[in-house]
């Protein structure tokens, strides 16, 4: 079973393999677009896979994937998990650091300073 859920606001597809219930997906739906909803990020893209394995054997069958774009950044993350909500929160915890990450990269002002032979500044 796959199925899609996507919204306007955002521009993150959320996709869904497996039997996952309709809970989870809106809860991975919220958490998502608190993530990527952040008036500090420039514009994110990408899509979002969660997926609960069949065999129940499993130690953990819940996974999901993320693949963003934050700005011109791309930002994986995978997460691993018993539950569903387990999921989705590690997966909220890991995007947010990495989102933030990818974010603030090379914001601080500090820029490589070439060398006197490659036309930088002469030293006295």
Do not use: N
């Not at 791309?74 to 569903?84: C, D, K, P, R, S």
Request: aromatic share 2%; charged share 25%.
């Amino acid at each position: 079973m796959t199925g899609d859920s996507t919204q306007a606001a955002p521009t993150v597809r959320l996709r869904t393999d497996g039997p996952v219930d309709e809970e989870t997906l809106a809860y991975a739906r919220t958490k998502i677009d608190a993530v990527v909803g952040r008036p500090e990020l420039p514009a994110v893209t990408g899509e979002v896979r969660t997926v609960r394995a069949a065999a129940h054997h499993a130690p953990r069958p819940w996974s999901a994937t993320a693949d963003l774009h934050v700005g011109g950044r791309q930002v994986a993350v995978l997460a691993e998990e018993a539950t569903g909500t387990g999921l989705v929160d590690q997966l909220q915890d890991r995007s947010r650091r990495r989102t933030d990450k990818a974010a603030h990269a090379g914001d601080d002002g500090h820029r490589p300073v070439a060398p006197p032979w490659r036309g930088g500044p002469r030293s006295a």
